[in-house]
């Protein structure tokens, strides 16, 4: 069972990135952190829950939400199963994603 930081990422602007993926007879729980690192500037998220790498309109449980500079957006108490992903897009570079939790095998 991993526990700990399940995955994470500094962004590149204005691309999806799959930042976990549930393995394979495994499900997850974990929370989202995703913070600003811009000091002056706010940025744009979205975060999906997906079974794929594109996400659908759907799959979306923050959409164009505003980070504020230097702020922290967080999401908690996410479950999902196995090969689900968890994606993350940002208009700007100054965005840092950690997903941290646990995996149980099922």
Same mark, same amino acid.
């Given at each position: 069972m991993?526990?700990? /930081? #399940?995955?994470?990422?500094?962004?590149? &602007?204005? $691309?999806d990135e799959v930042i976990y993926t549930v393995p394979a007879s495994h499900t997850a729980a974990f929370n989202v952190s /995703? #913070?600003?690192r811009d000091t002056s500037n &706010?940025? $744009?998220?979205?975060?999906?829950?997906s079974a794929t790498a594109t996400p659908s309109d759907a799959d979306y449980i923050e959409y164009e939400t505003i980070v504020g500079p230097s702020d922290v957006l967080e999401r908690t108490g996410i479950v999902l199963s196995a090969g689900w992903n968890l994606i993350v897009r940002a208009s700007s570079?100054?965005?840092t994603v950690n997903a941290i939790g646990y995996e149980e095998e099922v």
């Open positions: 991993a526990s700990g /930081i #399940l995955g994470k990422s500094a962004l590149a &602007a204005d $691309t /995703i #913070l600003n &706010a940025a $744009t998220v979205r975060v999906a829950l570079s100054t965005i």
